[in-house]
């Protein structure tokens, strides 16, 4: 009995002090919050800039070609077939080439392969929530370099010791561009490590992919979410010359992509025709949206990503547009963050789901207006 007794209250200890089995620094940071997915079809979805258009049809074949008695081996661990047909379609080499489950993986790798405890990790500010997550994962020192009003780099930007630097180009949340010039600008006068996330670079004019044969130390991350419909496949790849790319291959998990990702990247990748016109009419409703929204009375800002980010009177007047918007089944983007507490985010939709958000969105103005009045 009395080895049952202080056995019960050995357990009962253990139970009580279970956070500090996690790192300090785990335990005080926030994780990443991804944007509301409901589980209905019922809603108008805005907020997390998916392609409103469906995928390639090589893509839903060459996923049936694959559906086999293979699904019980593993996947080639270094996505050899994703890799040449990337280097094919962007002109590059394969061993220039890293694949993973989207960008946010690589993200990972990138972080767990450059930075060390207390080492300097630089990026503006507003821009992807998941570069925080990631530096304070690694417990690095954090230079949070506020962007400048019109979203341009400030010379700041330019931190002595920074093992990396992030870039998000376009921006997200505000869908501005960086020049390209810029960049590379930044990338020669830099040590450490500088990261372009061209997550909505096909929705650009411009992209920093010729940057890697001149500058080392430069890494280019795209994905297949967001302009080849591909959200649901989770694949993207880095581009850096080839001996980052062969430090970078130590770090990953060992079958970091399966299978399946692999055989619809190739096919949509193949695919470029379709690519193109889906690009086209998210670029044209766009422009659409950003005139008809500036119709409405909101600042949009200057956006060549496949959404937009339009700032409100206030805080108050964003929150309750973005409340009264879920309550008639439409989703946009509200982060409660300094510079963007007074901003919604909308991602660009079919032409039909355009049209009833800018309908309804001209109705709620009404209402904010009669219960302000």
Not at 196 to 218: G, I, S
Not at 297 to 313: D, H, L, R, T, W
Request: hydrophobic share 35%.
């Amino acid at each position: 009995m009395l080895y049952v007794s202080i056995c019960r209250k050995h357990i009962k200890m253990k139970t009580k002090k279970h956070s500090s089995y996690f790192r300090k620094n785990i335990d005080n940071m926030t994780g990443y919050i991804p944007g509301e997915q409901p589980q209905d079809s019922l809603y108008i979805k805005l907020n997390t800039n998916e392609n409103p258009y469906a995928p390639s049809p090589k893509v839903l074949a060459a996923l049936k070609d694959e559906i086999d008695e293979r699904l019980r081996l593993y996947p080639d661990p270094v996505s050899t077939g994703a890799r040449e047909k990337v280097a094919e379609i962007f002109k590059t080499k394969p061993e220039r080439v890293m694949v993973g489950n989207g960008s946010d993986d690589l993200l990972t790798i990138i972080t767990r392969s450059f930075v060390s405890k207390d080492d300097k990790v630089v990026y503006p500010y507003p821009t992807y929530l998941l570069y925080k997550v990631l530096s304070d994962i690694q417990n690095a020192k954090e230079c949070v370099i506020d962007f400048r009003e019109d979203y341009s780099l400030p010379e700041e930007i330019l931190v002595n010791g920074a093992a990396v630097t992030f870039m998000c180009n376009p921006n997200s949340p505000s869908g501005t561009m960086i020049p390209v010039a810029k960049i590379s600008e930044i990338a020669g006068k830099i040590d450490g490590i500088i990261v372009v996330d061209e997550a909505y670079a096909d929705f650009a004019e411009d992209n920093c992919l010729r940057l890697v044969d001149k500058h080392p130390n430069l890494i280019v991350l795209r994905t297949l979410s967001k302009s080849y419909s591909l959200a649901g496949m989770r694949l993207g790849f880095a581009v850096a010359q080839k001996e980052l790319i062969n430090g970078m291959m130590k770090v990953k998990d060992s079958y970091n992509v399966d299978r399946l990702s692999m055989a619809s990247a190739v096919a949509a990748l193949d695919d470029q025709e379709t690519f193109r016109q889906n690009v086209s009419r998210i670029i044209k409703t766009r422009e659409y949206l950003t005139n008809s929204l500036k119709k409405l009375g909101f600042f949009v800002y200057p956006s060549q990503a496949n959404f937009v980010m339009i700032k409100c009177e206030d805080s108050y007047e964003a929150k309750e547009i973005y409340r009264e918007l879920k309550e008639r089944k439409i989703l946009v983007r509200h982060i409660d963050q300094p510079r963007l507490d007074d901003c919604l985010r909308i991602t660009i939709g079919t032409d039909k789901e355009i049209e009833t958000l800018l309908e309804q969105l001209a109705e709620v103005q009404l209402v904010l207006l009669n219960q302000n009045s």
